[in-house]
């Protein structure tokens, strides 16, 4: 979900593992030039969902990459496929009042700038929680310590965890 860490612990996962990382939502501005806002803005929701996609299936043919997704990648099935098919996937779960807090001041995502975002991210937090256990590997409790030890529990879970993601 947004601000379930995604990009922080992903980036920090990578650097303890010496992998490489890509934020999924960095890569679409770093190609269009523009913020998500102006996509959304632009393009609409699905605008910027046919670019989540696309960028989702270059960065997950790629070996040895942590990628931080957006919240919403989940919602389109293709994703899902492709999420499950190539990668080892880790659902940072946390409750919705965390999220709230965490993103109560960021302009920056779209969903959220409405007259009530602590309403909104409950509802999203229902709609999609069933989506993101479907393709979750692992679960890790992301609301219950800082950065640093979400990344801890994420080594320690990955080490007794063996799959080997479908050559793209
Ligand atoms: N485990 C954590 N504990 C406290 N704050 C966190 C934690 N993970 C992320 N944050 C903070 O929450 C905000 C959203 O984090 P971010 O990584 O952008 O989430 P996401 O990419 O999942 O939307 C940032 O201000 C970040 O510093
Ligand atoms: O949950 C969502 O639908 C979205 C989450 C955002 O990413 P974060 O989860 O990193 O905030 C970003 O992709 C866009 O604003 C839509
Ligand atoms: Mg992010």
Redesign the pocket.
């Known amino acids: 979900m947004?601000?379930?860490?995604?990009?922080?612990?992903g980036k920090e996962l990578a650097r303890r593992r010496k992998a490489r990382f890509a934020d999924c939502d960095h890569e679409i501005v770093a190609r269009t030039g523009v913020s998500i806002p102006t996509i959304f803005e632009i393009e609409g929701e699905a605008g910027f969902r046919r670019r989540e996609t696309q960028m989702i299936d270059e960065l997950t043919r790629q070996p040895d990459l942590v990628i931080?997704t957006g919240?919403g990648v989940v919602t389109t099935p293709a994703n899902r496929a492709l999420m499950r098919e190539r990668g080892i996937v880790i659902y940072l779960n946390v409750p919705p009042q965390i999220l709230y807090e965490?993103?109560r001041h960021d302009r920056n995502r779209p969903l959220l700038q409405v007259d009530d975002p602590r309403q909104r991210i409950t509802e999203l937090y229902q709609q999609r929680d069933p989506l993101y256990r479907e393709v979750a590997d692992l679960v890790v409790d992301?609301g219950r310590?800082?950065?640093g030890t979400?990344v801890r529990l994420i080594e320690t879970a990955l080490q007794t965890f063996h799959k080997s993601p479908c050559k793209p």
Request: aromatic share 0%; charged share 10%.
């Open positions: 947004m601000g379930a860490g995604k990009t922080t612990v931080a919240g965490r993103t992301g310590g800082n950065p979400m």
